[in-house]
């Protein structure tokens, strides 16, 4: 590990997960914190639940298709639902920094109000902090929520097998393409809008009605290429991805081919990856589609028995290669 | 779908990317290619890094007949950049009220003994732009600090800085500054051919720089040393076709310049950018990482400029850079060395830790292998 920490630790990729192992888990490791999923499964008094926690930094604050309080509470809201669970209660810990506009933080809390309730969750507890002017970036946000898991269900890598299916709710890229073009000002005419918004009514529809669910989990930074990998590290079983069944949008394409992007690797807000058995995968496809918000949801690959622990791309031409974590932050190219 | 492009014409963006990754077209041109070569050996070099990265990304080094070998050439902005230019950048980043504006990939390049990451780590205000433009309205922002662009890249991006150096002079932005390490491709390639490290029959010209300079910059390949070039695409197909062309020209004895790429490059480049790229800079010596230093391969700025000038501005003397010992960008530059000839490949540097330049950037070799070449999987 370096000495310092840098941009890359929280860029969600492999030296995210480095830090995570060698550091986090190495002092705070136990049962529900081992596995690193997007929650942790625990019992209340013989109920079981799912608490989470998040913290939101993102620049801008404000951007095509959400804005930071839109994302802290979706953000919280699918990591519970991805984990099996019903969004219940949040909290809201809000790091200010000295002179940031009242009306901005009133438009941060509105958007969070009604994402809130569209996600039918309450907002319970809260905590502010202001801090000195360059202490922060504007505003911080740290969201916590728990969730009533639901009954008779189990997911997990253990669950996942050779054969399965992989389906994604809908394009991919569309969350990380938009914040790059609202960053900066690029010389192009098309609009991104991000995809951020709950995802649990989609997620508790699929889990309701089908059993062959084996994982669930929100690709955020890092993209589908490191939760794929995160599903397929250290397992028996390999994750093959065909390119030419990515939902990718031509603006989010457009963007990525100048800059040298991948959209493989550009964070999504609004999206879950579902490893589902091959005799459900069709019925799953079909369940999602009828959701609003879903129609682009699209089969983009199968696990299979080699070689194990990869992820694997076969291209457009047809040639396959293995794709790793996000390693360091993603930079744009130069010529 | 449509964007502009930097005339703020309307251009097309991806109309073509699905038919120029058709795989039934794909497996045309490599019959044909199988048809054009004979068992002889072909080494064609492929100048810009973009165009290692298709190669690698699709496998396409492995659709190709086994004795015709790509080489990977000095067409890498960050690679080539010496390690004494990262050095002046950390040293006018140590100064008090400066503010370091540098494309991503700049940031990680190792110096002597620092990076500018490491510098940034430390307290240093290094920013990370997408364009020089940024750089400009960085600095208007911050009227009492120094802002100093890292001016790196070839034809490509030297308009556009030359762009943001005008728009400084012209709305006397007077703390803007560019730190010049600018080069110029024909020069780069006419040394790695004088000094006969490598034998070629071929070049794959970059796309971008043509699409700049227009496609002449070759002719005195094709005319004085009978090489053929072909200006190519960064698609599948058409760097497939770019190889096809080659080997006609090859076979028929021709050493011409031809264009694969029309659909962004004409022959007569972009007079306008050209244009005012040469208001702005004037040529000068460079020296480049692996090729040293070569006459009138740089772009200095003019001395109408001078007060944009970072060199003249902050006189920063640095002591003679050091290389990271073991490090072989130098040879992998000239094509003389592939990575997994470095003894520190894989071992000790790798993306998160870069010891060179070639692995830093993106598009570097040394990168582009580690990410695709050692993740290749046969079919």
């Not at chain 2, 780069?188 to 070629?200: C, Q, R, T």
Request: proline share 5%.
């Amino acid at each position: 590990m370096n000495h310092v920490i840098s941009l890359a630790h929280g860029s969600g990729g492999l030296q995210s997960h480095t830090l995570i192992r060698e550091l986090f888990l190495e002092y705070f490791g136990n049962a529900a914190l081992n596995p690193l999923s997007d929650g942790a499964l625990v019992k209340v008094n013989s109920e079981k639940i799912v608490f989470t926690t998040d913290s939101h930094v993102i620049k801008p604050l404000f951007y095509p298709g959400g804005d930071i309080g839109k994302l802290a509470v979706s953000g919280t809201v699918n990591d519970l639902a991805v984990c099996g669970a019903i969004p219940r209660w949040i909290s809201c810990g809000m790091i200010i920094e000295e002179g940031f506009p009242i009306a901005d933080l009133e438009k941060i809390v509105i958007s969070m109000k009604q994402t809130a309730e569209y996600a039918d969750v309450q907002i319970v507890t809260g905590d502010t902090k202001v801090v000195e002017k360059g202490a922060a970036d504007g505003i911080f946000i740290n969201t916590a929520g728990i969730g009533d898991r639901i009954e008779g269900i189990e997911l997990g890598v253990q669950r996942i097998l050779p054969g399965d299916i992989v389906i994604i709710n809908g394009f991919i890229g569309d969350h990380g393409a938009a914040i790059i073009k609202a960053r900066e000002e690029f010389p192009v005419s098309f609009q991104i809008s991000s995809d951020c918004r709950p995802i649990h009514k989609e997620i508790i529809a699929l889990l309701s009605k089908l059993d062959g669910i084996r994982i669930m989990r929100d690709p955020t930074r890092g993209g589908i290429a490191t939760t794929l990998n995160e599903f397929a590290g250290d397992q028996p079983f390999g994750i093959l991805i065909h390119e030419k069944l990515l939902p990718i949008r031509t603006e989010v394409q457009g963007l990525c081919e100048p800059l040298g992007f991948d959209p493989l690797y550009l964070a999504n807000e609004g999206k879950f990856l579902l490893i589902i058995s091959s005799k459900e995968a069709d019925n799953a496809l079909e369940i999602l589609k009828s959701l609003p918000g879903n129609q682009n949801a699209a089969t983009i690959g199968e696990v299979v028995p080699e070689p194990p622990g990869k992820v694997i791309l076969k291209t457009h031409i047809g040639s396959s290669r293995i794709i790793d974590m996000l390693s360091g932050e993603m930079l744009p190219r130069i010529c | 779908m449509t964007g502009k492009n930097s005339s703020g014409k309307e251009i097309s963006v991806l109309k073509y990317i699905d038919e120029y990754r058709n795989p039934e077209l794909v497996k045309a041109i490599i019959t044909e290619i199988d048809r054009e070569f004979s068992t002889e050996t072909i080494q064609l070099m492929e100048v810009c890094g973009g165009h290692t990265i298709t190669i690698y990304r699709y496998g396409i080094h492995k659709l190709l007949p086994t004795n015709l070998h790509l080489i990977s050439g000095p067409g890498c902005p960050v690679c080539v950049t010496g390690v004494q230019y990262i050095d002046q950048a950390i040293a006018i980043a140590r100064q008090e009220n400066v503010i370091i504006a540098s494309f991503g990939d700049m940031i990680r390049v190792p110096g002597s003994s620092s990076s500018l990451q490491k510098e940034k780590g430390a307290g240093a205000d290094i920013r990370v732009c997408y364009s020089p433009m940024d750089a400009v309205r960085i600095a208007e922002k911050n009227p009492e600090k120094e802002v100093v662009f890292l001016g790196i890249g070839f034809e490509t991006t030297a308009p556009t800085v030359a762009a943001a150096v005008e728009s400084a002079f012209e709305h006397k932005i007077e703390n803007f500054s560019v730190l010049s390490a600018h080069k110029t491709m024909p020069q780069a390639m006419k040394a790695l051919l004088d000094s006969g490290d490598v034998d070629l029959q071929g070049f794959i010209c970059p796309g971008h720089v043509s699409a700049i300079t227009g496609t002449h910059i070759y002719d005195f390949i094709a005319r004085d040393y009978h090489i053929p070039c072909v200006v190519s695409g960064f698609e599948p197909v058409d760097m497939l076709q770019t190889i096809l062309m080659i080997l006609r020209q090859i076979n028929s004895n021709r050493a011409d310049v031809e264009n694969q790429y029309s659909r962004s490059v004409r022959e007569s480049g972009n007079p306008k950018a050209l244009e005012l790229m040469w208001e702005i800079f004037e040529e000068a010596d460079a020296e480049w990482r692996g090729l040293g230093i070569i006459p009138g391969s740089g772009l200095n700025i003019r001395e109408k400029y001078h007060d944009f000038d970072a060199k003249i501005k902050f006189s920063v003397d640095v002591p003679p850079a050091r290389e990271c010992a073991g490090c072989i960008c130098r040879d992998i530059m000239r094509g003389v060395k592939v990575p997994t000839d470095c003894k520190l490949f894989k071992i000790v540097c790798n993306p998160q830790d870069p010891k060179g330049s070639c692995m830093v950037s993106s598009e570097g070799t040394c990168a582009t292998w580690f990410k695709y070449v050692e993740n290749e999987l046969n079919p």
